[in-house]
Structure formats: structure tokens, C-alpha cells
């Protein structure tokens, strides 16, 4: 693995005492809340209890701190499989990053096969990635402002029989400059690494990439193999994050499990 995927997984793994070969950002279990964790603008729905949202804060400031050749202003959050936590993981990053006051955040919906942030947000699929990318519909008026204070979000879209053609798309190009001239920070909620080859594609064309590996199932075979897909399309690899660590669902999932 890549000196940096081991820095953020040494990180994380020490600090939840997770197993070799995975790394910890671990929903823990429920504790009292208190607003020095996660500030009171953040709704009931979407706060987690501090324990959880602590390993976010961790995470991001990782991420904030990381060294590299560029600042990573664009993330993308895949996994080796469906199922894995990625629209989880994806969704609170962002909410950590809005909740530090310093950033403005983006949450797109790129998982193309299974799109979930529509239900995340109550809101409707369309207008969104999908219509954009087949240019239909402004980049103003899919860009929705979340209950979040800082955070928007774009939701996927309608159905497309093939999201890698899509994103061969100029208008591809196009959103993301926007999205990086308005935005501090954009997260990508992106398809899984082995069965597709979209998000390979995607994660080129974001500064990095984070591969969720959900704790006690992912194999770590199945982690490595995803990493080097994406390492092999030019993609960087800026660490690993474990979900499921416990039984924690977070508030605003309840709606859609
Ligand atoms: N920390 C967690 N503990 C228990 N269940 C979780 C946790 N994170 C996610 N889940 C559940 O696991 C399922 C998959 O999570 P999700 O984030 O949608 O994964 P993906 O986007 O990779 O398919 C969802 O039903 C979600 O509610
Ligand atoms: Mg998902």
C-alpha cells in the first residue's frame, strides 16, 4: 500500500483497535450529544453521536492535513462492493466538513447504479447528475441547498443505460470546475470499485479517493484489488475507512433501510 493509504490507516486503525489490514473510522456506539462535537445548526437528523462524529472530525482533518501535491479539494468515496457504507461514510464527510464553519460543501451522487442521496435528503432524483451530464437542466437548479447549513448536495438523476459513457462527457469537465470555483470541498458518493468501472474513472478526475471497507466482511483482498484498479487508472488512493465498526445506524438512514 501507498505511504499515505498507511498513514491515515495507522491513524485510524490505532485509534479504534480494529485488525490489521483494516483501518477505523469506526461508527462506535451511541453516546450523549453535546454541541461542542457537532455544532447545534446541524439538524437532530443528521447528528451522530460524538463518539461517531469525533472519528469523522479526525478523518477530515486527515484529510485537510494530508500531504500531497494538491490540497484535496475533490474526494471521491467508493468501496470494493455494494453495500459496503460509501453513501454512509460519504454523506457524514460532508457534514463534517459543513460543520467546521470554514468550508463550503458539495455532495454529488455519482453511484450511478444504486443512487441513495435522494432519499438521504428527501429529495427528488431529477433534476440531477444524470441530466446534467446529458445536458438538461442547470447546474443552479440541480445544486440544492441541504436542511445542513454549508452543505448542498446534486442527487443522481434519471436512470442512464451507461454512466461510464457519461462521463466522458464535457459537461462533466464543466460541473466540476463550477463545482471547484464554488465549493471548498466536493465529495463524489460513488459506485463500487469491482463490479463497475465508473468510479475509476470518476476518482481520475477528483484529487483522491477513499475506499470504505466495512468492518468483519470486506475481504482484504478485495480492498487491495480495488485499490489497484484505481491506482492503475492514475487515480490516488488517500486512505481506507471502516464502517459497520458497530450496529449504528445513523438518524437520517432509518428512513431508507
Ligand atoms: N455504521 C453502520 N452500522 C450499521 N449499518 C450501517 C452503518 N453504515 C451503513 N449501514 C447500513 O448499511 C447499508 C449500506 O450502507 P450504505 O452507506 O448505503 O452503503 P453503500 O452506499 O456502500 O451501498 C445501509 O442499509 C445502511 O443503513
Ligand atoms: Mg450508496
Not at 465549493?183 to 460513488?190: E, G, H
Not at 479517493?209 to 468492518?215: F, H, I, P, S
Not at 491506482?231 to 488512493?237: F, K, L, S
Request: charged content about 20%; proline content about 7%.
Amino acid at each position: 500500500m501507498s505511504k499515505n493509504f498507511e498513514v491515515l490507516e495507522k491513524s485510524l486503525r490505532e485509534k479504534t483497535g480494529s485488525p490489521a489490514g483494516t483501518s477505523g473510522l469506526a461508527p462506535a456506539g451511541l453516546t450523549a450529544q453535546s454541541a461542542l462535537v457537532q455544532p447545534a445548526s446541524i439538524p437532530p437528523r443528521f447528528r451522530l453521536p460524538d463518539d461517531v462524529a469525533e472519528e469523522y472530525i479526525k478523518l477530515k482533518t486527515n484529510l485537510v492535513m494530508a500531504k500531497g501535491s494538491a490540497p484535496l479539494k475533490m474526494l471521491v468515496v467508493t468501496a470494493a462492493k455494494h453495500g459496503d457504507g460509501t453513501t454512509s461514510v460519504a454523506t457524514n464527510l460532508a457534514i463534517a466538513y459543513a460543520a467546521d464553519a470554514t468550508h463550503r460543501v458539495l455532495l454529488i451522487d455519482a453511484s450511478f447504479h444504486r443512487p441513495a442521496l435522494h432519499r438521504v435528503f428527501r429529495f427528488p432524483r431529477d433534476p440531477g447528475l444524470t441530466d446534467l451530464l446529458v445536458g438538461e437542466g442547470d447546474f443552479e437548479e440541480a445544486i440544492r441547498p441541504t436542511p445542513v447549513p454549508e452543505l448542498s448536495a446534486i442527487t443522481a438523476g434519471r436512470p442512464y443505460g451507461n454512466p461510464t459513457r457519461l462521463l466522458e462527457s464535457e459537461r462533466l469537465a464543466a460541473l466540476l470546475a463550477f463545482a471547484r470555483e464554488r465549493f471548498d470541498v466536493t465529495i463524489l458518493d460513488a459506485s463500487p470499485v469491482l463490479p463497475y468501472s465508473d468510479p475509476r474513472v470518476l476518482a481520475t478526475k477528483a484529487d483522491g479517493a477513499l475506499l470504505v471497507v466495512q468492518a468483519n466482511h470486506t475481504q482484504i483482498a478485495a480492498v487491495e484489488r480495488s485499490k489497484r484498479q484505481l491506482v492503475g487508472m492514475g487515480a490516488r488512493v488517500v486512505g481506507a475507512v471502516i464502517s459497520r465498526q458497530r450496529h449504528f445506524v445513523p438518524e437520517f438512514l432509518h428512513d431508507w433501510v
